[in-house]
């Protein structure tokens, strides 16, 4: 915490709204902050990958890359360890009819499950490099799509 000058577990509040709105209300569960939706192993392996996408970008400006280089990289590096927290955190679910775990924050309301399943961040399958894979498979296919001019 002292090298980064911030606590890497976000600790923002998280609104309260009535009960009858059904929005976000993990907080009548004890989650009061954005930190308490992820168990301590969740948040090492969060805290880990923010590490070393830090470690990356000041690697790659130390080797001379362009500073905007360096920084989309790391947007698509941070990009990808977004995939995996919302997928590994304490709202998550596993659908057993697609075989895999269900986005958590893909809707303006989350979830309760008393049992929920954790994903191995660094499993080719359903971890990091497999969010990595997707967003780059997203790139590719935004470099190679035309764009319509209109006259």
Known sequence: MEQWGFDPVP????????????????????MNTWGDLFNARQKLALITFVEKV????????????????????????????????DRNNTCSTY?????GFVNTFGRQALRM???????????????????????LEVLKNL?????KHEK
């Open 11 to 30: 600790d923002e509040p998280l609104r309260r709204v009535p009960v009858t709105f059904g929005v976000i209300n993990v907080w009548v569960y004890g």
């Open 54 to 85: 830090r470690e990356a970008h000041d690697r790659m400006l130390a080797e001379g890359y362009e500073p905007e280089f360096a920084k989309a990289v790391v947007t698509y590096l941070g990009l990808s360890f977004s995939k995996v927290a």
């Open 95 to 99: 659908q057993p009819s697609i075989e």
């Open 113 to 135: 499950t008393w049992e929920y399943p954790e994903i191995v961040p660094i499993f080719e399958t359903v971890g990091y490099l497999t969010a990595l894979e997707w967003n």
């Open 143 to 147: 470099i190679v799509t035309p764009i």
